[in-house]
C-alpha cells in the first residue's frame, strides 16, 4: 500500500524538507541569522564538501562529523561546484532512468554497448568542461547596493526597478546587486517548475551537479513507490541576504527565502495521496548560489532549512 511508505514524502518538493549541498569553505558554518530567518539554519544533512569548516566560522553546535562517504580523498576537484557531484550526477540519472524503466543510461548489453556507454561518458566529460569554460568566461561582474526585494505575492521576476528589502547579514564581503536578488527569485521560480516537470536537463542548467544529483534521487525514489510529486502556485514573499563571499576564483551568495506554494504527492491513478491540492503551505530555507568571480550565471549549490523558533 502506497499510503504508509510515502508518508515520509510530506515535504516533497525540490530538496523534500532537508538541507543538503555545498557552500564552499563555509559548508559546515552556519550562515548568520536574518530577518527571514532570525532562528538560523539547520545544518547540512548532506554533502560531498569534506567537513573541514573555514577559519573564524564556528561550526553547528552538536553537530556531528558527518559527511558523505564517498567525499574523502576527492582533493582539489571535489571544491569546484561545476564538476564537484559529476558522478554523483551520473549516478542518479542513472537510477532514474532505471526506475523509469529506460534501463541505467539506456541499457548496458554487451561489449558494444559498454564501448557506446564510454563513447557517451567520453562525450558528456566533454560538455561538462566545455560548460566550466562558458562559466569561467569573461563576463561583465555587476556590482551595486541594493537589498534583495520583498515582493508579496510574486510570482513572476521581479521588477527591474531597485525594491525596498531587508538590510544584508554580517559576513557579505561580495556586493550583490538588485539583478543578482532578481536572479535568485527567478531561479527559486524555475526550480519548481522543472522539478513539477521531471525536468532534469533544465534543472542541470540552474544547479550544480551534487545539486542535480540530488534531485535526481529524490525523484527516483518517488518513481520507485509509483508516486510523482507536484508543485504549483508557486509565490515569493520575502527574503535577504545572509551572507556572500569570494574564494578561489568563486562568488558565493546565501540568501534566506520565504515563499508559499502547492506541494502534493499522488500515486500512478493522479490520487493525493499526502498534501493538499488547495492549501498551500509556507516554506523557509536558505538557498546558496555560486558562480564564477569574473562573471556567469548563478547556479544554485545549497539548500538549507530555517530554524524554527
Known amino acids: 500500500m502506497l499510503g504508509g511508505p510515502l508518508a515520509q514524502h510530506a515535504d516533497a518538493r525540490p530538496g523534500q524538507g532537508s538541507s543538503m549541498g555545498s557552500r564552499g569553505s563555509r559548508t559546515w558554518s552556519a550562515p548568520p541569522s536574518t530577518n527571514t530567518t532570525p532562528y538560523g539554519a539547520a545544518p547540512m544533512d548532506?554533502?560531498?564538501?569534506?567537513?573541514?569548516?573555514?577559519?573564524?566560522?564556528?561550526?553547528?553546535?552538536?553537530?556531528?562529523?558527518?559527511?558523505?562517504?564517498?567525499?574523502?580523498?576527492?582533493?582539489?576537484?571535489?571544491?569546484h561546484p561545476f564538476l564537484t557531484g559529476f558522478a554523483g550526477g551520473m549516478?542518479?540519472?542513472?537510477?532514474?532512468?532505471?526506475?523509469s524503466g529506460?534501463?541505467?543510461?539506456?541499457?548496458?548489453?554487451?561489449?558494444?554497448?559498454?564501448i557506446g556507454l564510454m563513447i557517451q561518458i567520453g562525450?558528456?566529460?566533454m560538455i561538462v568542461m566545455w560548460l566550466v569554460r562558458r562559466f569561467s568566461g569573461n563576463?561583465?561582474?555587476?556590482?551595486?547596493?541594493?537589498?534583495?526585494?520583498?515582493?508579496?505575492?510574486?510570482?513572476?521576476?521581479?521588477?527591474?526597478?531597485?525594491?525596498?528589502?531587508?538590510?544584508a547579514g554580517g559576513g557579505s564581503s561580495l556586493t550583490i546587486t538588485s539583478a543578482d536578488y532578481q536572479a535568485f527569485q527567478q531561479t527559486l521560480l524555475d526550480i519548481q517548475t522543472a522539478w513539477n516537470q521531471q525536468n532534469i536537463p533544465a534543472l542541470q542548467q540552474m544547479a550544480t551537479p551534487e545539486m542535480v544529483s540530488y534531485f535526481n534521487q529524490q525523484l527516483a525514489t518517488l518513481?520507485?513507490?509509483?508516486?510523482?510529486n507536484v508543485v504549483s502556485d508557486v509565490h515569493f514573499i520575502q527574503g535577504d541576504l545572509a551572507e556572500s563571499w569570494q574564494e578561489a576564483g568563486m562568488d558565493y551568495a546565501t540568501v534566506a527565502m520565504?515563499?508559499?506554494?502547492?506541494?502534493?504527492?499522488?500515486?500512478?491513478?493522479?490520487?493525493?495521496?499526502?498534501?493538499?491540492?488547495?492549501?498551500?503551505?509556507?516554506?523557509?530555507?536558505?538557498?546558496?548560489?555560486?558562480?564564477?568571480?569574473?562573471?556567469?550565471?548563478w547556479l544554485l549549490s545549497a539548500i538549507q532549512q530555517g530554524r524554527g523558533a
Open 139 to 167: 563576463g561583465s561582474s555587476r556590482r551595486g547596493n541594493s537589498g534583495f526585494p520583498l515582493n508579496q505575492g510574486a510570482s513572476g521576476p521581479a521588477p527591474s526597478a531597485t525594491p525596498a528589502g531587508f538590510p
Open 223 to 228: 518513481a520507485s513507490q509509483g508516486a510523482r
Open 258 to 297: 520565504r515563499y508559499s506554494l502547492i506541494d502534493l504527492t499522488t500515486n500512478a491513478t493522479g490520487q493525493v495521496i499526502e498534501g493538499s491540492s488547495t492549501e498551500p503551505v509556507t516554506v523557509t530555507e536558505l538557498w546558496t548560489f555560486t558562480r564564477p568571480s569574473r562573471g556567469g550565471r
Open 46 to 79: 548532506r554533502s560531498i564538501t569534506p567537513r573541514t569548516p573555514a577559519p573564524g566560522y564556528n561550526g553547528y553546535p552538536g553537530q556531528s562529523n558527518y559527511g558523505a562517504p564517498f567525499n574523502r580523498g576527492m582533493g582539489t576537484a571535489s571544491r
Open 91 to 99: 549516478l542518479g540519472a542513472g537510477l532514474f532512468g532505471l526506475l
Open 123 to 125: 562525450l558528456i566529460v
Open 102 to 114: 529506460h534501463g541505467f543510461m539506456g541499457g548496458v548489453h554487451g561489449l558494444f554497448s559498454f
